[in-house]
């Protein structure tokens, strides 16, 4: 399927700005599962990647990570990083907001971080593009780390899969009138001896559906102790 291209995905986001943050009607579940089952009170340096207008950075900031906990928050559009930048502006000492050129390699040292963020951006990207950046996620991840994700999915019953399908006919229509995003199974890219399954859920607010995916990472002859091959069945409709 085709996504856009990185530099039109930056001018789109560059013009939608801060109206990503109206986005609430079907982010605010997803989100707060992602903080309940993602242990950032235990955290110490965390990597945000496609930060948006920094809302998910600014709520843990200021609610759930310690104030010694370091935070990287990277992004491709120009809007979000000056938007990021001023809303975190009171946590200077500890966060750094850096541009990124689209690229999907971390500018970042081997084990350097213990949390792995990001919502909403895989589903942007391309088949390649996911595969590079689930590496550059394990690599740069401590072992014991957390990757912490949320992307749209594709859902089930009638209500579910009518949202979906009219989303997928839009974005085939055309990938920018849907900011890139589309229904993708992200679990399916997650290689078990990568990744030990610590929570999944799929939830349906408003009919749209978003994948809600924990792991921590296990590094080389370090055995994972789950399968991440997940039952449909167990997802959450709200």
């Not at 990503?20 to 993602?38: A, H, K, V």
């Not at 009219?166 to 399916?188: D, E, T």
Request: with cysteine.
């Amino acid at each position: 399927m085709r996504t856009l291209s990185h530099s039109k995905a930056k001018k789109f986001y560059d013009r939608f700005g801060a109206r990503q943050d109206r986005s609430t009607l079907y982010e605010d579940l997803p989100i707060r599962l992602l903080i309940e089952n993602s242990e950032f009170e235990d955290a110490n340096s965390v990597l945000e990647f496609g930060c948006g207008t920094g809302r998910l950075a600014e709520r843990l900031l200021a609610e759930h990570l310690t104030s010694e906990t370091a935070y990287t928050a990277l992004d491709i559009s120009d809007t979000m990083i000056g938007l990021t930048r001023g809303r975190l502006a009171q946590w200077n000492s500890r966060v750094e907001v850096r541009q990124t050129a689209g690229q999907m390699t971390l500018d970042a040292d081997d084990s350097s971080y213990d949390r792995f963020v990001s919502t909403y951006v895989f589903d942007l990207l391309s088949i390649g593009d996911i595969v590079k950046l689930l590496d550059e996620a394990h690599r740069v991840l401590q072992p014991g780390g957390l990757i912490c994700l949320v992307s749209l999915t594709a859902g089930h019953g009638f209500g579910a899969k009518l949202a979906t399908g009219m989303w997928r006919l839009a974005y085939w229509i055309s990938p920018a009138v849907m900011g890139g995003c589309r229904p993708i199974r992200l679990w399916r890219y997650l290689f078990a001896d990568h990744w030990e399954a610590k929570f999944r859920r799929v939830v349906c607010p408003g009919g749209l559906c978003s994948e809600i995916l924990i792991a921590r990472c296990v590094k080389e002859n370090e055995p994972a102790r789950a399968d991440l091959t997940f039952d449909f069945q167990s997802a959450v409709r709200r």
